[in-house]
């Protein structure tokens, strides 16, 4: 199985940012799209988790699940579950996505490397998780949606087609 060193691909991903002075600011797809590794688009190793490829379709769907659950239910700091009110930060999100059925465990785990791709490759941020990131301060509703409606869209335009081996996306 391919492994994915993480740690390495974000400690290069912060260089890479870090020298990049754009004409233009890049959209959060844009960014994201120019620092996934090469290799990872040109195989399924990014698209892939416990030896089964995950489609753009299903990554697409998941994500979209996760911001109906936002948007109906809400969305707070702090912990996964607001119980009195019902509302999630953005990890309860995703956890109630895979109970709901909008994707398998699979589907759910890729949605999130999306997730942090897009998270990471923003300007500024500094957050090892998704959970810090959902938690800094000033967060609002609105970033934490346009995060997944980004995702949603990252995995349409770069997310493998049904059936894909490789050379996956763009």
Not at 39 to 68: M, P
Not at 80 to 108: H, M, N, P, V, W
Not at 130 to 139: K, L, P
Request: with cysteine; net charge negative; hydrophobic share 40%.
């Amino acid at each position: 199985m391919f492994e994915i060193d993480t740690a390495g691909f974000f400690r290069d991903l912060e260089e890479f940012l870090a020298a990049q002075t754009p004409a233009t600011p890049l959209s959060p797809i844009d960014r994201a799209a120019r620092v996934l590794p090469q290799e990872w688009r040109r195989t399924d190793a990014f698209w892939r988790f416990g030896g089964v490829n995950v489609t753009s379709a299903e990554i697409a769907k998941f994500l979209t699940g996760v911001l109906h659950i936002l948007e109906r239910d809400g969305w707070h700091q702090g912990f996964y579950q607001d119980y009195r009110t019902g509302a999630r930060c953005i990890r309860g999100a995703l956890i109630d996505a895979e109970k709901a059925g909008y994707g398998d465990f699979d589907a759910s785990c890729v949605a999130q490397r999306v997730l942090d791709l897009l998270m990471r490759s923003a300007p500024g941020v500094r957050s090892e998780a998704i959970e810090g990131w959902n938690d800094a301060a000033g967060r609002t509703s609105a970033e934490v949606q346009a995060l997944v409606r980004d995702g949603i869209e990252f995995a349409r335009l770069y997310g493998p087609p049904p059936n894909a081996t490789d050379g996956v996306g763009r």
